[in-house]
């Protein structure tokens, strides 16, 4: 297996190329594609804190589940609930039409979202892209990973 140090640099540099992948279908105008990217980078920040703390982690794409297993190693996690909770849905679900997620049984199969531009922008806006909390965990692995 890989050293720990390396699984965490591997999942940070995943996440930045999940940022510049967001950046890239945020200028294109496919706002729901970098919502899925952003939730990727979050999503990767965090599994990256758990394996640097050497703990195992969920196998889950839920955000709010991921800021819950951080904050029980280090509580000032709990501040990023509210930024990270409207990407969990990105993960998934959003990444297939309506019709495919109605057929496979997804919840939350009401109009296409793919074409909700105001409500993907607002998510991307209020979780600033993600960027936030890569550039969080980024302060944190500089301050506590030397």
């Known amino acids: 297996m890989r050293e720990k140090g390396s699984l965490?640099?591997?999942?940070?540099r995943k996440a930045q190329s999940d940022r510049?992948?967001?950046e890239a279908s945020f200028g294109a105008g496919a706002l729901d594609v970098a919502c899925f990217h952003a939730?990727?980078?979050?999503?990767?920040?965090?599994?990256?804190?758990?394996?640097?703390?050497g703990k195992d982690?969920?196998?889950?794409?839920?955000?709010?589940?991921?800021v819950a297993a951080c904050a029980g190693l280090d509580a000032s996690f709990q501040s990023l609930l509210t930024l990270v909770e409207p990407l969990t849905p990105y993960a998934v679900e959003l990444r297939y039409d309506a019709g495919a997620r109605r057929a496979k049984g997804f919840p939350h199969c009401?109009?296409?979202?793919?074409h909700d531009g105001a409500r993907h922008r607002?998510?991307?806006?209020?979780?600033?892209g993600g960027g936030e909390i890569q550039e969080w965990a980024g302060r944190w692995f500089d301050r506590d990973c030397r």
């Open 8 to 12: 965490v640099h591997g999942w940070l």
């Open 20 to 22: 510049v992948a967001m």
């Open 39 to 53: 939730q990727q980078v979050v999503e990767k920040c965090l599994k990256a804190f758990l394996v640097h703390a």
């Open 57 to 66: 982690f969920p196998f889950t794409h839920n955000l709010s589940k991921l």
């Open 110 to 114: 009401g109009d296409e979202p793919a």
């Open 122 to 128: 607002g998510n991307l806006e209020g979780s600033r």
